[in-house]
């Protein structure tokens, strides 16, 4: 009996690490089929696209009002950090009236890394402690509460 155990639970806890290797993936955002995409003709109104697509991730008013639905799937293994697989913003652009003038299909391919700098930048003048602050307040004539 001590054999047959051993023979079921050795295998069993060989192949257990190996469970988490396996690559799980993420949709995040609204997904936009072809065929809904196809829907949205130019000249469409503001409520007929909103009646396929949904309500927008984002929108803008910047130049022209514009509708951006985004969505992006990652993959993720085990305890690697995730990877983007696919990403994509379908933008709907409209005139004054509020009809679709123009629709943008943007991919993974079409972004741009921007580089983020998290420098910081000093102000002129000492920079004190709390303690000092308060000690320097009190002596200082100047300053009144």
């Known amino acids: 009996m001590n054999f047959k155990a051993s023979a079921l639970i050795i295998p069993l806890l060989a192949t257990l690490p190996l469970g988490g290797c396996f690559t799980s993936t993420y949709t995040h955002g609204h997904v936009i089929t072809n065929s809904m995409l196809s829907q949205v003709q130019v000249g469409s109104s503001r409520e007929q696209v909103e009646l396929v697509l949904g309500s927008p991730s984002t929108t803008s008013s910047l130049a022209g009002d514009a ?79």
């Open 67 to 145: 509708y951006y639905y985004i969505s992006q799937k990652t993959a993720t293994t085990a305890f690697l950090a995730p990877s983007i697989v696919e990403q994509r913003v379908v933008a709907i652009y409209f005139d004054d009236d509020g009809f679709v003038q123009d629709l943008g299909n943007y991919t993974l391919e079409d972004g741009k890394i921007v580089d983020i700098v998290t420098r910081e930048t000093r102000t002129g003048g000492a920079d004190y402690g709390f303690l000092t602050q308060i000690l320097r307040g009190a002596t200082n004539p100047g300053l009144s509460l």
